[in-house]
Nanobody
Framework: VQLQASGGGLVQAGGSLRLSCAAS????????MAWFRQAPGRERDFVAG????????DYADSVKGRFAIARDNAKNTIYLQMNSLQPEDTAVYYC???????????????????WGQGTQVTVSS
């Protein structure tokens, strides 16, 4: 079972990036999934999450209105569209899937059993 995150890179402030997270080895179509991020010297923080059906989403206050999470269960992939990026968005971004199918969307990282390897996002001022 593998989650492969991609799409990170270097962008100027105000720019956009789209992250992707493709799952392989099993389907996550019944698992809520999320993006977390970790900046140097800081704890890993919840960024955005999406329920297994895609009907519910949740965003950290710091990204609300700028980021959008989506999923394509047919492709076993989730996305994070990031607009109006700021230097404080610089971090390694991780995708994750909860361990229990059909479980509610949550911000608790302890509920996520499957993690991608991370993709670096760097925003220059």
């Amino acid at each position: 079972v593998q989650l492969q995150a991609s799409g990170g890179g270097l962008v100027q402030a105000g720019g956009s990036l789209r992250l992707s997270c493709a799952a392989s080895g099993r389907t996550f179509s019944r698992n809520s999934m999320a993006w977390f991020r970790q900046a140097p010297g800081r704890e890993r923080d919840f960024v955005a999450g999406i329920s297994w059906s895609g009907g519910s989403t949740d965003y950290a206050d710091s990204v609300k209105g700028r980021f959008a999470i989506a999923r394509d269960n047919a492709k076993n992939t989730i996305y994070l569209q990031m607009n109006s990026l700021q230097p404080e968005d610089t971090a390694v971004y991780y995708c994750a899937a909860v361990s229990i199918p059909l479980a509610s969307l949550t911000r608790r990282d302890s509920a996520y059993a499957y993690w991608g390897q991370g993709t670096q996002v760097t925003v220059s001022s």
